[in-house]
């Protein structure tokens, strides 16, 4: 397995906090909703903003854009610092890089919020490949995420393809896809969930997604 794709949110960094605040903001600020409750906010990290917007609040289809815009005008501007990177995630992409594996980032978050992310965690070049969802709503779906990467990528085998990820919303989307998803629990999602949306293989630490990795080469 030389092509690695990860998932950046619950998979490479912690960014609960900035989602959640930036959540909170956009729903009072835009919506008049009070949420003091962060925690109940969680179920924003992974899945498009739009999709949870509309699932978890009802907001009307006319309001989904301005409520992601104003999600976006918090977090751009703070709430994308407010995340660090999981124990052992730098180590092991130095080491994936120094191996020769080809790694690529895939991410529902919009692209520039990615490579600014990775830029800032000193990550960014470990990666050969960024990519991330469009600013508008063409390319937010994880599997459109991933087939826009297999672009850039060149791939013509998919099954030498792998992606990494925390939550259902990962699994379902390289199934969708045509490539497994190897998932971790130190994320957003739980193993049984992953398990059941058709990860082939789940893990507690990046070290053992790493070992894995290697012996399946």
């Not at 690695?4 to 906090?17: A, C, W, Y």
């Amino acid at each position: 397995m030389k092509k690695v794709l990860f998932d950046l949110d619950g998979t490479l960094i912690n960014s609960q906090e900035g989602i959640t605040k930036g959540v909170q903001y956009a729903l009072k600020e835009y919506l008049g909703i009070d949420e003091p409750d962060l925690d109940s906010l969680l179920c924003f990290i992974g899945p498009p903003l739009a999709l949870m917007f509309a699932q978890k609040y009802h907001v009307p289809a006319e309001k989904i854009e301005p409520t992601v815009a104003k999600y976006r005008e918090y977090y751009d501007s703070v709430g994308m610092k407010q995340c660090e990177l999981y124990p052992g995630v730098k180590e092991t992409l130095r080491r994936m890089h120094e191996k020769g594996y080809v790694i690529g980032l895939a991410s529902s978050k919009p692209e520039w919020n990615c490579e600014q992310i990775l830029e800032n965690q000193g990550v960014a070049c470990y990666f050969d490949y960024i990519v991330g969802a469009s600013k508008g709503p063409e390319r937010r779906e994880k599997v459109l995420v991933l087939e826009e990467a297999f672009r850039r990528m060149d791939v013509k085998d998919r099954s030498e393809v792998v992606l990494i990820g925390d939550t259902k919303y990962d699994a379902i989307g390289a199934q969708k896809a045509g490539i497994d998803c190897i998932g971790v629990t130190f994320g957003f999602g739980t193993r049984e969930e992953l398990l059941e949306a058709g990860a082939v293989a789940v893990f507690d630490t990046i070290e053992e997604v790493e070992a894995y990795l290697d012996g399946i080469e």
